[in-house]
């Protein structure tokens, strides 16, 4: 996105702070929502320059709704909106340098860079090394523990996507009321268990308290309801699971 009124515009647009967001390789975490809080996209923006900043979505699939959605609400400001098909790749280890960003959803140090699609720029992790990391790491992943019907505070995403203290934006009234009012009734948590596959219901007491979204040998990301205790024993598919 570049133009005038493009710093403005995401400000009004997106759950984070923007205009604080400085030229340079950071890349803050911002949710795009529905007026009723209902999440359209995780998204990360990186500020190019003092008006160009790029956007960059969890799944390649969700750049095509993100940009139509901002493009409806455009209206009369002066910003273009232009979809890459870049890719992002993943590297452990040191800072690269300039253009890298520094990637969180890994739980070890990790940076991000990005290029034409297609291009593979160095050797980077595979999804089989990539997968119990982010699990570990309790990130949530568009398509498994992140769609259209999840609340961001059920995902963890309030404590890392959102100002509270910022603008009005869409869906901030529901998302304003929950945090200061409420709570979830249910949480990502991650689960030591020997066994698991996305689907599986967790049980506690005999009765059916959350669901598998995501599974590693050892370790697996669910919906568990608030109520269950941090020390309870839970059962999934008949095995032993506890919170980790």
């Known amino acids: 996105m570049s133009g005038p009124d493009a710093e403005n ?19 803050r975490r911002a949710l795009l929502l ?5 999440i359209i996209a995780p998204l990360r923006v990186v500020r190019e320059a003092s008006d160009a900043f790029l956007l960059i979505t969890d799944a390649a699939e969700l750049a095509g709704p993100v940009a139509e959605t901002l493009r409806g609400g455009r209206f009369a400001s002066k910003c273009e909106i232009d979809v ?8 452990f280890g040191a800072d690269l340098g300039p253009g890298a960003t520094r990637n969180y959803d890994f739980g070890v140090e990790a940076f991000e860079t990005w290029g034409p699609r297609g291009v593979l720029q160095a ?12 699990i570990n790491a309790g990130t949530p992943a568009w398509g ?18 959102i100002s509270f203290t910022k603008g ?12 200061h009012r409420g ?6 948590r991650v689960l030591d268990v020997e066994s698991a596959e996305p689907g599986m219901e967790i049980a506690w007491k005999e009765k059916v308290v959350g ?9 697996a990301l669910a919906y568990v309801r608030t109520e269950v205790p941090d020390d309870a024993v839970l059962d999934v598919g008949g095995a032993e699971a506890r919170l980790h």
Request: glycine share 8%.
């Open 183 to 188: 709570h979830p009734n249910r949480a990502l």
């Open 84 to 91: 890459l098909p870049w890719d992002g790749f993943v590297h």
């Open 168 to 179: 009005c934006y869409p869906g901030q009234e529901p998302v304003a009321r929950l945090h």
């Open 144 to 161: 498994k523990e992140i769609d259209g019907s999840i609340l961001p505070a059920e995902a963890g995403l309030d404590r890392t996507h």
């Open 9 to 27: 515009f995401l400000e009004r647009m997106l759950s984070n702070e923007i205009a604080s967001l400085q030229v340079g390789p950071e890349a």
């Open 123 to 134: 050797p980077v992790p595979d999804a089989e090394e990539l997968e119990p990391l982010r």
């Open 34 to 38: 529905t007026p009723k809080g209902r």
């Open 211 to 219: 669901r598998v979204t995501s599974a590693v040998p050892g370790r």
